[in-house]
T-cell receptor, first 110, second 114 residues
Framework: DQQVKQNSPSLSVQEGRISILNCDYT??????FLWYKKYPAEGPTFLISISSIKDKNEDGRFTVFLNKSAKHLSLHIVPSQPGDSAVYFC?????????FGTGTSLTVIP | NAGVTQTPKFQVLKTGQSMTLQCAQDMNHNSMYWYRQDPGMGLRLIYY???????DKGEVPNGYNVSRLNKREFSLRLESAAPSQTSVYFCASNPSPRGADTQYFGPGTRLTVL
């Protein structure tokens, strides 16, 4: 049973525009959420995180929004750059365990 | 500072063979994790070790065993490999046992079981 879901397997965006990646979760016990970026043949790398007590966290071009009532998380990338093309995973933590979504492949078109 | 290293990078096994995937981290992290990544399934936790000397099952532990040899090393063993274990395996480590910090991932081991 997938507790963290990314319903869009892929997304294409023009360079300079906004990329919005979405993530839904089912477990209300999750207390920390993260986004990871993954290039082919490499391990995922951490991008940005948010605690469940906040609704927004910003780091440069990346902003994560959390809507606890809707159990929904989103990552905004503004402006999108070709180097952002990668697979993005959202993850949620409860206790010592991380739960990952299935990933969204982002392509930024120059 | 190499971060998280994994060996081997690639491996092909026949059904029923055994092997051990090695993972080491040089960041003095307490927690270590093994994941598998399959198409359409994301990353799924196999086993984790919150601290040296402890191990716990994750979502998909069947068919695997682990050893936390010391603080640096966390190995994953397949005693009798099956085609369903064909996957990419990632090791990761965390600074804190609580797991609320970020995880640092190794480059992965691509395993094929024929």
């Amino acid at each position: 049973d997938q507790q963290v879901k990314q319903n869009s397997p892929s997304l294409s965006v023009q360079e300079g525009r906004i990329s919005i990646l979405n993530c839904d979760y089912t477990n209300s016990m999750f207390d920390y959420f993260l986004w990871y970026k993954k290039y082919p043949a490499e391990g995922p790398t951490f991008l940005i995180s948010i605690s469940s007590i906040k609704d927004k966290n910003e780091d440069g071009r990346f902003t994560v929004f959390l809507n606890k009532s809707a159990k929904h998380l989103s990552l905004h990338i503004v402006p999108s750059q070709p180097g952002d093309s990668a697979v993005y995973f959202c993850a949620a933590i409860t206790g010592n365990q991380f739960y990952f979504g299935t990933g969204t492949s982002l392509t930024v078109i120059p | 500072n190499a971060g998280v290293t994994q060996t081997p990078k690639f491996q092909v096994l026949k059904t029923g063979q055994s092997m051990t995937l090695q993972c080491a981290q040089d960041m003095n992290h307490n927690s270590m994790y093994w994941y598998r990544q399959d198409p359409g399934m994301g990353l799924r936790l196999i086993y984790y070790s919150a601290s040296e000397g402890t191990t716990d099952k994750g979502e998909v532990p069947n068919g695997y065993n682990v050893s936390r040899l010391n603080k640096r090393e966390f190995s994953l063993r397949l005693e009798s490999a099956a085609p369903s274990q064909t996957s990419v395996y990632f090791c990761a480590s965390n600074p804190s046992p609580r797991g609320a910090d970020t995880q640092y991932f190794g480059p992965g081991t691509r395993l094929t079981v024929l």
